[in-house]
């Protein structure tokens, strides 16, 4: 089954770094890949991510829905996975999955980027020699697809937690799905947290220095990024730890990738396809789901063998 990444432009920068033979009309498209035999290709839709947080949800959604029938028709694609934002702005790919007009599977990804989330913030407290049962855990963006998950499988392991959304409903739907001792609130209270994994949808870096203590452990697995390259120069005392990457045997063309990494979300659509599992993984995650893309890394190998911050190993 061929696979195809599809996300979008992070800024307006982003489409410069891309060969110009890439870019068609309606949609920008990377020469197929060849992953062990499992063939695929790297494409985006030509919005930047504060576009398609402004611009109306029906144009964004009509946009990435017509280049997934693209994708299927032009290059046989089975299975699409939907980078970034295009995962929130469709209600966690749920939309695209419903359309008739295209008959593939969808992955947004989202369930081994939970893992590899997990893995990092277990990792970094390891690391740091910190335990995890005397420290508090901050999750900014706790009740979207990767947070709740996260917030599902770490809010125990930690003495208190806070987790952090916009709308207080959804923030109560929350606190019925989470066990452990935590909190709720629609403020950025991660100040007194040791531990903060930021998984949220906003166009750009939410963090500023007054959100965080000294030495405070950062997992930022948003895309685009909730911790700038600037505060983490302006604040060395903080540990910003890339939430998304893992090993990957070829370097992929996508502007900013460290070579031989890759995201979680890109590897797990991958490994689908690899696997030829025929299923929509969309919406909330599946736990046992996500249990199963842990156990498919290993056979692969896009594992978190490494703490990076931005692609740079973490010594």
Known sequence: MKFAILGHLIDENTIKQLPKEWVKENIIISPELDINGTFGTIAAIK??????????????????????????????????????LNTSITSGGVWVAKQEKYKGFVNHGDSYTAAVTCQ???????????DS?????????????????????????FSNSILIGRREEKLKELENQVKGSFVTTTKMNTKEADVVVTATSHPTALLNSSHLKKGAIVVDVSQPVNVSLELCQERPDIHRIDGGYVDFPIIL???GMPPYKNFACIAEAIMQ??????????GSIDLEHMKKTERW???????????????KRIE
């Not at 901050?138 to 697809?145: F, K, L």
Request: no cysteine.
């Open 133 to 157: 049962s005397e420290k508090t855990l901050a999750i900014v963006g706790a009740y979207g697809v990767i947070g709740e998950a996260v917030s599902k499988i770490l809010v125990p392991e």
């Open 253 to 255: 063309p996508i502007p």
């Open 47 to 84: 919005y930047t991510a504060k576009q398609i947080m402004s611009e109306p949800q029906e144009e964004i959604r009509k946009s990435i829905l017509e280049a997934a029938v693209h994708l299927q028709d032009e290059f046989d694609v089975g299975i699409i996975q939907l980078g970034a």
């Open 120 to 130: 990092a913030v277990r990792k970094s407290l390891q690391h740091f020699n910190l």
């Open 297 to 311: 890394a290993e056979n692969y190998g896009f594992i978190i063998s490494e703490l990076t911050n931005y692609g």
């Open 273 to 282: 396809a690899m696997e030829n599992e025929k299923k929509n993984h969309v």
